[in-house]
C-alpha cells in the first residue's frame, strides 16, 4: 500500500482537513461520474495523490491558493479562459495551453498570436 502523506500541520487546517472531507470530496466526484482505478495500487496512488490536493484545493477556495509560479500560470490560464470573449472560437484550447504553460501572456492569448506574429495554433501540439 502506498504511504500517505502527513496530515496538515494543526495550524494550517486544523481538524476541517478529515477522512470525513475526502469521503464527502470522493462522493460528489462520483456523482459526476470520476472512478478510482480497480487496480490497488493505482487506486492507493490515486488516493494519496487525491489528499496532497485536497489541502491546496480548501486553500485554495479560501482565497489563498499556493505561491508557486506554475500554479499562478495555471490560474491565471484559467481566469482567462473564464473571461474570454473568444469561448466559442474553436482554436481557444492553443491560447490556453499556452498561457498556462507560459509561453505566451494574455495579451498574447487575446491576440491570438506571439509577440513575433507565430499564431497560437502554429505552436508544437504536445506543448500547446
Not at 469561448?87 to 492569448?109: K, P, S, Y
Request: glycine share 6%; aromatic share 8%.
Amino acid at each position: 500500500m502506498t504511504e500517505l502523506p502527513p496530515p496538515p500541520a494543526p495550524d494550517h487546517d486544523g481538524d476541517r482537513f478529515t477522512i470525513a472531507l475526502f469521503v464527502d470530496v470522493k462522493a460528489v466526484l462520483e456523482r459526476h461520474g470520476y472512478q478510482l482505478p480497480t487496480d490497488q495500487a493505482a487506486r492507493d496512488q490515486a488516493i494519496t495523490e487525491t489528499l496532497a490536493v485536497l489541502g491546496f484545493l480548501g486553500k485554495a477556495f479560501e482565497g489563498h491558493p499556493p505561491a508557486d509560479p506554475a500554479t499562478a500560470q495555471w490560474n491565471e490560464a484559467i481566469d482567462w479562459l473564464l473571461n474570454s470573449r473568444h469561448t466559442a472560437d474553436e482554436d481557444i484550447q492553443a491560447a490556453f495551453w499556452a498561457l498556462a504553460d507560459g509561453r505566451c501572456t494574455v495579451e498574447e492569448a487575446d491576440r491570438g498570436y506571439l509577440a513575433d506574429y507565430t499564431p497560437l495554433t502554429d505552436l508544437p501540439q504536445e506543448e500547446a
